[in-house]
């Protein structure tokens, strides 16, 4: 099968740990062992990942050392965050494939996603980016720079940006080539670099596109079979959190949307990945996406883990 995987926090980053460069090699060096699983079983895969930790630090340095060096704007920190993980994950599988004694090419490919310049995400920014400022060095900034500042739960004012729906890959041909090649790419990092069409040229914005949805639009363009979302938790659930808690292994679009209907899945982090195996499986009749715990996507491919939504 053709898989595209998108893989969450958990994935690039211990929790509570200090984000030196060490501890992140370490945890996507744990990842990776379960992504070669599925390459070593013979499928091709098309790897997709966040970056919201990443590239807020990324803008935190930029910011800090600005008196210095002029601090870069959020789409180069994104492009430079594709380019720090993507390294990482593929000096890993490299190292992977070594001590299984494989061979095959994996490569990290810095990419631009299309957003809409008109998406209604740009009327309302949600995503905070970077560190957080006082009042009076938000309003300043917000004056000097044209950055939207919001109140960040009693914390600080950040910066926030907004969070579009991601339209087309730019470079889903390279990415193509390159997985008819027997190459694994990575690609879409943290969503995707967000570029508008602007007099007939890409222009970097600042904005978050979800990688969920990226990895959704890259599975369809590269005709993948499946589109597997691995995060922290075994099976999506209903009642999540609750005594009611049930875990589902299966679920139709017609559920899974009665499901979002009744409030189940919260936006910040269940949402976009059902609404994303949603789109995906509408967007391809007959094909499956599933979400599942990194630890298990062997097991959740053979089908004894995980959450597949189908038609
Ligand atoms: P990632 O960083 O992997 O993209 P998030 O942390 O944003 O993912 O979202 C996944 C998390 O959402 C799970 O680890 C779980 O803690 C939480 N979650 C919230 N609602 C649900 C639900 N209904 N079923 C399962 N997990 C849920
Ligand atoms: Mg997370």
Redesign the pocket.
């Known amino acids: 099968m053709r898989i595209v995987v998108a893989l969450?926090?958990?994935a690039l980053q211990a929790e509570g740990k200090p984000a030196t460069a060490q501890s992140q090699l370490e945890v996507v060096t744990e990842t990776v062992r379960h992504l070669v699983d599925i390459i070593e079983a013979g499928h091709e895969l098309i790897i997709v990942h966040?970056n919201g930790p990443q590239v807020g630090r990324i803008v935190i340095q930029n910011e800090l050392a600005d008196v210095t060096t002029p601090a870069m704007p959020f789409d180069v920190c994104d492009a430079m965050s594709q380019g720090m993980i993507g390294y990482h994950i593929q000096q890993a599988i490299e190292t992977e494939f070594h001590q299984r004694g494989m061979k095959k090419d994996v490569a990290a490919i810095v990419t631009q996603v299309v957003v809409d310049e008109f998406d209604q995400a740009f009327q309302d920014p949600t995503k905070p980016i970077g560190p957080f400022y006082t009042q009076e060095e938000a309003n300043k900034l917000s004056v000097e720079k044209g950055y939207v500042m919001k109140e960040d739960a009693g914390r600080g004012y950040r910066r926030v940006v907004a969070s579009p729906k991601p339209v087309e890959i730019v470079e889903k041909h390279v990415i193509e080539l390159l997985v008819e090649q027997g190459v694994i790419p990575i690609a879409c990092g943290g969503g995707g670099v967000p570029v508008v069409m602007e007099n007939g040229h890409y222009k970097g914005v600042a904005a978050v596109i979800d990688k969920?949805f990226a990895a959704q639009t890259l599975a369809t363009a590269l005709h993948a079979d499946m589109l597997v979302i691995l995060?922290?938790?075994e099976r999506?659930?209903?009642h999540?959190g609750t005594p009611q808690q049930q875990a589902v292994d299966a679920m139709s679009v017609e559920q899974a949307k009665m499901y979002i209907e009744a409030g189940?899945?919260?936006a910040?982090?269940?949402l976009p990945?059902v609404e994303a195996a949603i789109q995906f499986v509408q967007e391809n009749p007959g094909k499956t996406a599933l979400i599942a715990a990194l630890e298990q996507a062997d097991l959740a491919l053979k089908g004894e883990s995980g959450t597949i939504v189908h038609e």
Do not use: Q
Request: no cysteine.
């Open positions: 969450g926090g958990n966040g969920d995060t922290a938790v999506v659930a209903i999540y189940h899945f919260p910040g982090s269940m990945k």
